[in-house]
Every structure is written in structure tokens, then in C-alpha cells.
């Protein structure tokens, strides 16, 4: 394990096991054709790349995305004179700073997917598992855009067997086979999220259903080798006394998610992709069954007048036999 940081009060939490670290390096260096296979018409399994040309009429544009970036710009440069006449003032503070990420995110996405860029964020999987509006918008875009960041580091050190987008368009595909359930369902409803969590180590139990722990694993690896592994994993705050250094959680509750977790999941390694498992698919017909016969059975008791009319019938029927 690796020791506790004197300076930042840091504890590194993964990339510490030679073993995880083996088949890390052996998953990143999956060559394209063995998972973009093509079939025996010359096409790949996936539905063909979308082109910048063909978008759909609902997707948001990202070239108008990219005209806001000299408006947003010019609003950060309003909000630093503000600050310069207040700098106590916690309303501007906030502005500025909120101005100032945007002007990080728009230069990191611009870098990635601006012009004579090789990707485009609607190619990550095919039309018809696309969010109604596509993916160009500020936050799916950054993600992206610093995932492909970190790979590219792994790619130009020879750890990296495929081009950096095409292995997160595999780890996002595998995912969203891996939470399909039904035939003919596709993962349009939470792409945004996979997209948002794919790389994370979240906290929350519905957060964890998108993580994919070979991507999570590749950015602190290359984080790592451009010294930057401090910014990842849950902080420690510490304090010094007689004689010795006391460490304080500073989020306990995440330090015991993260201690359960495995560090790298079984299914996240394997190549294939993953489907829904049998005994989630036996617990769901075994749902479906039960709310049909629930459904199909008559009511135990449907009121005051039911009953008596039943009751009715009954005596009626009796006086019959008695008279025969």
C-alpha cells in the first residue's frame, strides 16, 4: 500500500496492487480489431459513424455551441473588473469563478473537438441510443473531452493498444449493453450519465451502476505519470501533535464505500459485452407474473353494495332448492 502523504494528506487508493495493475495494462492494451469486429458484409457490428454533416434535427449544434465561447469571455472579463472594484463581495467571487470554469471548459473541448479535430461527441455510440438532443452541450462534452485527455497521455507512452476515443466508445457501449434489460431496449434514457460517470469513483449506490472501473483505473494511471495523482481520491484532513501526525477523516462515509469496492470489477475486464444477468431477469418475469395475476385475480371485498347483492343471490338460490 502506499504510504500516507506528510504534504497533502493524501493516501493514493488504487494502482498500489501489482496484480490490478497487470491486468490494467493488459485491458488497455486490447487491440481495435478484436472489438470492433466486422461482419461478413464489410460492416462493423455497430451502426456506421455518424458524420458531422448528417446530425439529427433535435441534436443541438455544435458549432453554436462553440459561437457562445466569445460572448462568455467577454462576460468574464466584465465580472474580473467587478471583483478588482469588490473583491470582498462573495456574489461576484462566485460569478467570476463560475465564468472562469467555463472558459477552462470551453478551451479543453475546443482543443479535443474544435476544427481539424478527428472526433465528434454524437459518434460515441449509434443514432438510436443518442439522448433526444445529442451530446453537445458544455458538461457531456468536457467529460469527454478529459477522458480522451488521459488516454491520449497512456497512447503516446505505448500503454494504449487503440485510438483514445474508440476505447471509451467501447467501455460506453459495454456499459449500456451491461444495464440493458429487455430485447430492443436501448440506453438513450441514461447515456448522459454513462457519459458523466463512466471514469468516476462515486459515492451513492445509483451513481456506482455507471462507473466502469478500467476507465477509472486508466486516468488515475495516467494522472499518475503526469505527476497529478494528488487530485484524485477522497482527501484526509490531518493535524499536527506532540510528536506525531493524527488523521482525520475528511468524508468517512466515502472512504467506507470506496474500502468495499473492488478495484477492478470482473465484468469491466472481460471483453465481452455484458447483459442484464439471469437472476435479474428472473427476478423481473417473476415481477411480471406476479403483477399479471394480481391483475387477472377478482377483488376480495369491492364494497358494501356488492356484498350484499351476493348475498342476495345466494339466499335466493337456497329458497329454490328448499321449495323443490
Aim: aromatic content about 6%; hydrophobic content about 35%; proline content about 6%.
Amino acid at each position: 500500500m502506499a504510504a500516507f502523504h506528510p504534504e497533502t494528506g493524501i493516501t493514493h487508493l488504487c494502482l498500489d496492487n501489482e496484480e490490478d495493475q497487470a491486468t490494467l495494462l493488459r485491458v488497455l492494451q486490447t487491440p481495435f480489431e478484436q472489438i470492433y469486429k466486422l461482419s461478413p458484409d464489410g460492416k462493423t457490428y455497430l451502426e456506421p459513424p455518424l458524420l458531422r454533416g448528417t446530425p439529427e434535427s433535435s441534436w443541438d449544434s455544435f458549432n453554436a455551441f462553440l459561437e457562445k465561447e466569445g460572448p462568455e469571455a467577454v462576460l468574464k472579463q466584465e465580472a474580473q473588473a467587478l471583483h478588482r472594484l469588490d473583491p470582498t463581495n462573495a456574489v461576484l467571487l462566485k460569478k467570476l469563478k463560475h465564468l472562469s470554469d467555463n472558459a477552462s471548459k470551453f478551451k479543453k473541448i475546443r482543443e479535443i473537438f474544435g476544427e481539424g479535430g478527428r472526433y465528434h461527441p454524437n459518434q460515441i455510440i449509434g443514432k438510436r441510443c443518442l439522448p433526444p438532443q445529442g451530446l453537445c452541450q458544455m458538461e457531456p462534452m468536457y467529460k469527454l473531452a478529459c477522458k480522451i485527455s488521459d488516454l491520449q497521455c497512456l497512447q503516446n507512452q505505448g500503454k494504449l493498444g487503440m485510438d483514445p476515443f474508440d476505447f471509451i466508445r467501447w467501455r460506453v457501449i459495454k456499459k449500456a449493453a451491461s444495464m440493458l434489460v429487455m430485447p430492443g431496449d436501448t440506453p438513450r434514457g441514461f447515456l448522459r450519465s454513462i457519459v458523466y460517470r463512466l471514469g468516476d469513483d462515486c459515492n451513492d449506490t445509483k451513481g456506482k451502476a455507471y462507473e466502469d472501473t478500467v476507465m477509472r483505473q486508466a486516468a488515475l494511471l495516467s494522472a499518475r505519470e503526469r505527476h497529478l495523482l494528488n487530485s484524485y481520491g477522497p482527501k484526509k484532513k490531518f493535524i499536527k501533535s506532540v510528536g506525531r501526525q493524527t488523521q482525520l477523516p475528511f468524508r468517512p462515509v466515502i472512504r467506507n464505500v470506496q474500502r468495499r469496492a473492488p478495484r477492478l470489477l470482473s465484468a469491466d475486464v472481460r471483453n465481452s459485452a455484458q447483459k442484464a444477468s439471469t437472476a435479474q431477469a428472473r427476478r423481473n418475469e417473476a415481477q411480471r407474473a406476479q403483477r399479471a395475476r394480481r391483475n387477472a385475480a377478482p377483488s376480495i371485498y369491492t364494497g358494501v353494495n356488492d356484498y350484499r347483492a351476493r348475498q342476495q343471490q345466494r339466499q335466493q338460490a337456497q329458497q329454490r332448492e328448499n321449495e323443490q
